[in-house]
């Protein structure tokens, strides 16, 4: 059985994280003002107002505004091209000329109307710049939003690091929900081993959805394959580990899939059962890793970036 399953694994030469290799997700959390460093994250939309730079025409402004929009949006960062509405962070887009180039500089700013971080962009050409062509600004705009995410993780991660109940300081309670749609033992053995994967880590699997912080749900499919050579017939087993975080937004899926010789899992799954869990289990945690941002390094505030200089 297990030479059957063996070119399964690893799970990183054949799965296909669809999401869980995204930009972290810096705004997920109620902004409700509760003590800790939860209540000076960003809000919930980010405003781009138009720059206020006389590198662009006034048509170059708009699109630049627009293009680092949709690039954040691209990112899942909810971005609005709108003025700087009361309570709102928001990005300032601005330039600095350094000879015959200019850089694109990107700044967070709080409610305030301080500077929280800024980051700046590769430089172009002025002449490029300045001519606001569409390819020129739309590059500018997809390395910007970068930047911007590279900041906003830095923030998210400051505020985890100041919150005790955050999972910069405890592992994730993790709902597993089990596997359905395998052949032989297989639902309850990759369940089994699945938990068994996570005894020595720091993430926990619970029974329950009370305060879990994520979901995972296994599904197994088999489809009818190829003959195979000698005329054998063989099928094509798929096992998909789908994390949602508490709000049931996706988180990711990995995906371990091969074609094996028809029937051949129908029976007791052993050795495959724990090798598939523990790559999906790694897997898991780098899901979640990614996704709460829990080891970005947090981005020093200004006063304390100020005594460094």
Known sequence: MKRIFSKLLPLSATCLLTGCLSVPHPFEHDNKGQKGGMATAPTSRLDIPLPKDKSLSPDGEKLWAA???????DQSIPAMAQPVRSGDWWVKLHTEQRGDVIVPLYSLMTPQGTVRATQEGPGVPAIAWSAGGPEVLHEAAQQGAGQIVSILTGVMAESMEEDPKSLKH?????????????????NISLARAFVV??????????????????????????????????????QNIRIDWRVTDKD????GIATQ?????????DGMWGDIAMAAAEEAAGAVEEMITRYSSRDAKPIPKPQDAAKKK
Request: charge should be negative; avoid cysteine.
């Open 170 to 186: 405890r592992g994730a309670r993790i709902f597993f929900q089990g596997v359905t749609g395998a052949p032989g033992d297989g």
């Open 257 to 265: 899939l091969h074609d094996i010789p028809a029937h051949s899992m």
């Open 197 to 234: 994967s996570f005894k020595e880590m720091k993430d926990t699997i619970q029974t329950s959805r009370t305060d879990a912080d994520f979901t995972v749900a296994t599904t197994v499919k088999l489809t009818d394959g190829p003959e195979g050579t000698r005329g054998h017939p063989q």
């Open 248 to 251: 049931d937004k996706e988180v």
């Open 67 to 73: 293009q680092v929009t949709q690039a954040l949006l």
